[in-house]
């Protein structure tokens, strides 16, 4: 069975178009016509999120008053693990099937899941070690996202191989353990791999990961926090990313999650890797962490709600413009030469590059899943302007994944379950 929407506007690969007919069938772009009259609406493709940690979304708003002393990643991080320590699996897909479905409704129809919550509350292995992983693909089909599972290796908790601390006991997996893991992923959702970061995981486990994960997409955190350079430093004489690059096989099908503290020097050289710069601008800002020097960096860049502390893709555009503008003291920062709006030069990029970081292929184009959002407006440029720094009105209309409609109006299909189990999880819990 085939589908047709014609739409007034359309976000194409080669920019905007008029009167573009998309036809769809078993969930894939099968056609692109333009001149065609009688649609309604802007199309633009769905948003790749490519950096979440779906359980966070439980704490989201908790964590906004000041402690004794100075409130940091790390005072943050200590009421994360409590969180992290007290959740079953039941929780865990309540808590991501809610966070799966605010997604859709932001405007992200795909999402990698870094995951890294596997075992029970002690740190045994569920019987099926997969048990948690198989409640992030059950949230992901209820909710009707795009998933890639990003099964998380952690074994330590400092450079140099250290042995993991107590509270990280439901993280850790040794290689072998982690094979067993991955192995189960592949037959839940698309599955990538995911060293945690080089605090958690040691060169020598980086280069076994990677051979076991072949060409899908490979993430790791990095360069996220000062205290991390640091340590990385007086380990090894080398910058994270640095290090990383020296070390490791960085290529195309890797994204290094925020990357934020880089000099000039380590920017050219992660663009020459063709890796992807996983930004999550509104968790950066929320956590204190720093601002990424977007000026030194000509790669591919993509957005994640990671922490989802707020879900809304236009506005973690927004807050990566604003945040350049900032830091910068310059105005339409992320624009470039060939394509001059912010707006649009901001989430054709963004596009692409989540497209890349989650293996996906990018933009309404032939063979690619007939996954797109509406927005409202009569100007297409005007609009995507509106949506990322005015949003007058809700800006967001209807939602489509692999040819279904999930959102309409706004509001997800079953957001009102999803909802409720959720509420009732914060008050068993927090
Ligand atoms: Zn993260």
Redesign the pocket.
């Given at each position: 069975m085939s589908d047709r929407i014609i739409f007034r506007h359309a976000l194409l690969p080669q920019g905007w178009a008029a009167n573009v007919a998309i036809s769809f069938a078993a969930g894939r772009i099968t056609q692109i016509e333009t001149g065609i009259e009688g649609g309604a609406g802007i199309a633009l493709p769905g948003m790749p999120n490519l950096?979440s940690?779906s359980f966070q979304r439980a704490m989201a708003g908790r964590a906004e008053h000041r402690g004794a002393g100075t409130d940091s990643f790390w005072t943050w991080r200590e009421l994360m693990y409590k969180l992290a320590w007290s959740l079953d699996p039941e929780d865990v897909q309540a808590i991501a099937t809610l966070a799966f479905t605010e997604m859709l409704e932001a405007g992200f129809t795909a999402v990698a899941e870094?995951h890294y919550l596997h075992h029970a509350p002690d740190g045994t292995p569920y019987d099926d070690i997969a048990e948690m992983a198989t409640r992030i693909a059950a949230a992901a089909a209820a909710a009707g996202i795009e998933l890639l599972l990003l099964p998380v290796f952690y074994a330590h908790s400092g450079f140099g191989g250290r042995p993991p601390a107590e509270g990280q006991r439901r993280f850790i997996n040794s290689l072998d353990s982690y094979a067993r893991l991955h192995e189960r992923c592949q037959a839940l959702a698309a599955t990538g791999c995911a060293p945690h970061s080089l605090r958690a995981a040691t060169r020598e486990e980086i280069t076994a990961l990677n051979h076991l994960n072949g060409a899908a997409p490979f993430h790791i955190?990095i360069a996220?926090q000062t205290a991390e350079i640091e340590a990385c430093l007086a380990f090894s004489g080398a910058r994270p990313v640095e290090y990383l690059l020296a070390n490791a096989p960085v290529s195309a099908n890797w994204c290094l999650?925020?990357a934020t503290h880089i000099t000039a020097q380590e920017a050219a050289a992660m663009a020459k890797s063709q890796a992807v710069a996983g930004l999550?601008p509104i968790?950066e800002a929320n956590l204190g962490d720093g601002i990424f020097p977007a000026q030194h960096f000509t790669g591919a860049f993509g957005i994640?709600s990671?922490?989802n502390i707020l879900i809304d893709a236009a506005r973690e555009l927004q807050m990566l413009e604003y945040s350049q503008r900032l830091a910068q003291r310059q105005r339409n920062v992320m624009a470039t030469d060939t394509t001059r709006s912010t707006a649009t030069a901001l989430y054709q990029n963004a596009l692409a590059g989540g497209a890349q970081a989650i293996g996906l292929p990018a933009g309404l184009a032939i063979g690619a899943p007939a996954s797109f959002v509406t927005i409202a407006g009569e100007t297409p440029e005007d609009a995507l302007a509106d949506a990322l720094f005015t949003a007058r009105a809700p800006a967001l209309r209807d939602v489509w994944v692999r040819g279904k409609r999930l959102v309409e109006a706004g509001q997800h299909i079953h957001a009102r379950p999803a909802r409720a189990a959720f509420e009732a999880i914060l008050r068993k819990r927090l």
């Open positions: 950096h940690h870094f955190h996220e999650v925020h999550c968790t994640g990671d922490s």
